[in-house]
């Protein structure tokens, strides 16, 4: 097997050279595999944990302003170990993404049929806006609600700063309510 520099890994990462995403499967995955199967995984968490990462890396690759101060594999490494600590966290609290939704729309076992339809119908808006969202601004939001730090989304997502996390969750905030506010349905709940 040719081995890459770490230079010439990223550089055809950038070109999406599927012959150098190959080199990255068969040269890193055993050692992100042993990573998930020692803290609890299986081969199919290692197989999605592998892709999630793969995908950061090549977003963040093609940004102007990338520049590895380590290793191809530590970063790598790095990003497997986030993604699959948060996933571990989430199953540990036993919730779904939507359980950590649903709690912002409980309904008190007092309210009334109207009350009870009228939190039914503003969780339904807000879900079908949420859904709507791109993949990446869900998963911020999700982060947020399970009072993740800006640091810590900033490192799972692999964004390179805590301010470019910050700023990325605020637009999806704001972008989401204003899908919401503007929808039809809501005018009935607004005040």
Known sequence: MIHFSDRAIVEGLKLNS???I???YQEFFPTIRYLIKKNTGNDEDAEDIFQESLIVVLKNVQKDDFYLTCSFLTYLYSISRNLWMQKLKTKRKGATNFDLIEKFFNIPESATRETAEAEQMKYRIY???FNAMEKDCQRILLLS???YSSKDIADTMGYGSENYAKTKKYNCKERL?????????????ID
Do not use: F, G, N, T
């Open 127 to 129: 879900r079908e806006h």
């Open 177 to 189: 309510k204003k899908a919401i506010m503007s929808d039809p349905r809501m005018k009935d709940y």
């Open 22 to 24: 190959k080199h990255v």
């Open 145 to 147: 609600l399970q009072k």
């Open 18 to 20: 599927d012959y150098i």
